[in-house]
């Protein structure tokens, strides 16, 4: 018996058997700057991932000189789980499988907020409380829609004893944020906000437009981009497309529970069971519930990458990707993960000589979600890069691959002359 049991899938002797991908999609490497053998590694460092057994899916787009070079996906959308059954139906997955972005929904959510400010609806320099008074309650009358979009809020922990449950009821949990005392004060120090700043940065836009940020993205980028998904929740007619997330891994031990518990006010295996549950993808969650496909969400960052502006569309001002990106303070070990982060204001940000997104990607920026999804622009590689997996996994044999995965990517797509 082992020590620490670790939950895997059952992986195919023959791969493309698993694997799903229209040529038509994907450009000739060399129009992009790549040669056949360099993109032929980056998929291999893909078939890596996926021979690890953690991830029933994987969906991965790479986008270079702003054309698609890899856009395709491996696994089971539905099936082939670590606790399924060799007769359990299998549905494989496509590279139009909407799959939950969890965290990456920050991104979207933070781009809503800058385009208010980049209307003059907000700036992003007031206090919250100017939008939502009662805000203001136990000394938070100083904390700015800056810190929040920062994570330097003072709020990065949900309540206590909260009822995982709670996540269903948007209006009860401002409730809850707005009597929270600030662990600090506004400013002060780096906390990630998993679950907190997400909710009160949608009632700001709910406050200040009379619309939800569901709608608001809608009309803002969905419509005009014409992506089939990239929103919070999906159509009730669309849920049965929907990659299934799956508990994998090796079952987390203290201190990673405290942490987790603290963080997301929940269980791992609650949220993997949450994100499952059909309320899930009907309400709007915004830290945690846009779906997309890998192909929407790169475009997404391409358009931030172009500076606002993506075929032939212009969403936001040049300024305001530059607002959005641009570092927030010092590099220094956030309170929440406990690690090294640098962050904007609403983006993780890459470092050197490593960062989240591979060795000396300094000027890369994007979000991570929960667990091993990975979306980012690299200006100085003038790549979009979009990783999605359904395994939901903190430890394990993935990890090793993953990093020789962002390895590749730096290495294979090369600096731009210059940089």
């Not at 994907?26 to 053998?37: I, K």
């Not at 939800?212 to 809608?218: G, P, T, V």
């Not at 667990?371 to 939901?392: M, Q, Y």
């Amino acid at each position: 018996m082992k020590l620490f049991p670790c939950k895997t899938i059952r992986i195919p002797d023959d791969l493309t058997s698993v694997t799903s991908y229209k040529l038509a999609d994907e450009v000739n490497p060399s129009e992009a700057g790549m040669s056949q053998e360099e993109v032929q590694a980056l998929w291999a460092g893909v078939e890596d991932l996926y021979r690890s057994g953690i991830h029933p899916a994987i969906s991965f787009c790479l986008r270079r000189q702003g054309k698609v070079v890899l856009k395709r996906a491996i696994g089971h959308a539905r099936g082939n789980g670590p606790d399924d059954t060799p007769n359990t139906e299998k549905i494989l997955a496509t590279p139009d499988t909407p799959i939950c972005l969890f965290s990456v929904s920050k991104a979207a959510t933070a781009m809503l907020i800058h385009l208010l400010d980049e209307r003059g609806q907000i700036h992003l320099m007031d206090p919250v409380s100017y939008y939502i008074p009662e805000f203001v309650a136990s000394g938070k009358e100083n904390i700015t829609i800056h810190h929040i979009l920062s994570h330097r809020g003072g709020i990065p922990n949900p309540p206590r004893e909260l009822d995982p449950e709670i996540i269903f009821n948007h209006d009860e949990i401002v409730k809850l944020l707005c009597k929270a005392k600030p662990v600090s004060p506004g400013g002060r120090r780096t906390a990630y906000h998993a679950i907190t700043g997400g909710f009160i940065l949608g009632e700001i836009v709910h406050r200040v437009t009379g619309k939800d940020l569901r709608e608001l993205l809608h009309e803002t980028v969905q419509k005009p981009l014409g992506f089939r998904y990239f929103n919070f929740g999906v159509p009730e007619e669309e849920t049965n497309r929907v990659a299934v997330n799956y508990y994998t891994g090796v079952p987390l031990i203290f201190p990673f529970t405290t942490i987790i518990k603290r963080a997301l006010g929940a269980s791992w295996k609650d949220v993997v069971r949450i994100s499952n549950d059909s309320r899930f993808m009907k309400v709007i969650i915004p830290c945690a519930n846009l779906f997309s496909t890998a192909d929407e969400v790169s475009r997404f960052f391409q358009l931030l990458l172009n500076k606002g502006e993506l075929d032939g569309m212009r969403i936001f001002n040049p300024l305001t990707i530059y607002h959005a990106i641009m570092e927030v303070g010092k590099p220094e070990v956030d309170r929440t993960v406990m690690i090294p982060m640098r962050y904007g204001a609403g983006m993780i940000l890459g470092n050197k000589p490593i960062g989240m997104y591979g060795p000396f990607t300094q000027h890369a920026f994007g979000h991570l979600g929960f667990s091993n999804i990975f979306c980012w622009a690299d200006p100085e590689r003038d790549i979009v890069v979009s990783l999605l997996t359904t395994g939901k996994a903190m430890l394990g044999p993935h990890i090793i691959p993953l990093a020789r995965l962002l390895l590749r990517i730096s290495w294979h797509c090369r600096k731009k002359s210059g940089h």
